[in-house]
Each structure stands twice: as C-alpha cells, then as structure tokens.
C-alpha cells in the first residue's frame, strides 16, 4: 500500500481516518496541549516545542498561546516570524511562510479540502492544496486563507477577509472574497 503520508502531502485523495494520520494527529496535540499550558515566562520550553512541530523555521519567531495546527510538521516559517493569539493552521499540505510575517490574532489557514458528494465526505475522503505566503507580510485578524492560495511579497490582508484566490506582490486586500484595493508600488 502506498504511504498514505505521502499521498496527503501529494495533495491525492486519502482516506483522514487512516491510523497513521490519527497517530500524527494525537501527537501533535499533546505537543500543543503542552505548549498551550505554559507559562508565557517559560520561552525556552516553549520554543523547544514549536522546534519539535514545525517543519523549519528561521531564528527569530514568537507564537502567542493558544496556538493550533493538525500535524506541524507541514509548517514552515521564515524569519522575524509573529503570530498573535489563536492561529489555526491545519497543514494537511505544505504550509510556506516568509520573512517579515506579520499574524494578526484568529487567523485561520485551511489546505484540508473536502469533497462535495455527501457519500464520499461520510467516508471521510480529503486532499489538501497548500498555502504559500511571501514575505513582509501582514495578515489582519479574524482572517480566513482557503486551500490553494499564494499571497505574494508585501502585502496586507485587511482584518475579516476571506482569502479564496491568490493576491499578486505589493498591494492590500480585503473583503469577503478578498481582492485588491490599493496597489503599494
């Protein structure tokens, strides 16, 4: 059988309740049980943690509690990397964020994608589409980023968007759906 690991991160249909996935899943939550119940004084531990979920990161980085992601390892972040409060990234494919990220607090970044037929989602059959997100970017809070999307360099995502299509380099968008409203360069 193929590894159902790869088939996810190949963005292939999968069957989510395979028990390696569940395995990866429950180890990753008592990593941010962990995590989340942590001093703020206790930076050393805390750092230690998200070095054990992420897939790569730079130096510089700091996520404020609580901090949600599905498997972590799918996660990768560049320098100078801030997360406020309650950001939730379910990694199921590659999640790639640059330097200079700037997280406003209840920001949500969803690669999971479900199927539309009911028969199918009751099997719980998934892909996943990933996010890439540039660098000196500010992403508002209460922000949505749906499967698929790029964001490119330079930009700022208005608080409350819905980011369904990709945003191009060097502009703000907002909105539900977001889109462009103001070039930067």
């Not at 249909?13 to 996935?21: T, V």
Request: aromatic share 8%; proline share 5%; net charge negative.
């Amino acid at each position: 059988m193929e590894d159902i690991w790869e088939m996810m991160k190949r963005g292939e249909r999968y069957d989510a309740a395979h028990p390696l996935l569940i395995g990866k899943l429950e180890k990753t939550r008592e990593l941010l049980w962990e995590y989340n119940s942590l001093r703020p004084s206790m930076k050393e531990r805390r750092d230690e943690i998200i070095d054990l979920l992420l897939g790569g990161h730079g130096k510089s980085f700091h996520f404020n509690q609580p901090f949600r992601c599905d498997y972590g390892e799918n996660i990768f972040i560049g320098e100078n990397f801030f997360a406020n409060f309650n950001l939730t990234i379910l990694d199921e494919a590659e999640v790639r964020i640059g330097d200079n990220a700037f997280i406003g607090p209840n920001v949500s970044m969803y690669t999971a994608c479900h199927p539309l037929d009911p028969e199918e989602r009751n099997r719980l059959i998934e892909w996943a589409e990933p996010i890439t997100i540039g660098n000196n970017v500010w992403i508002g809070g209460g922000t949505t980023i749906l499967p698929g999307v790029a964001i490119g360099d330079n930009v700022v995502i208005g608080a409350g968007s819905v980011v369904v299509k990709s945003i191009p380099s060097d502009c703000v968008a907002v909105g539900n759906p977001a889109r462009v409203v103001k070039k930067l360069r």
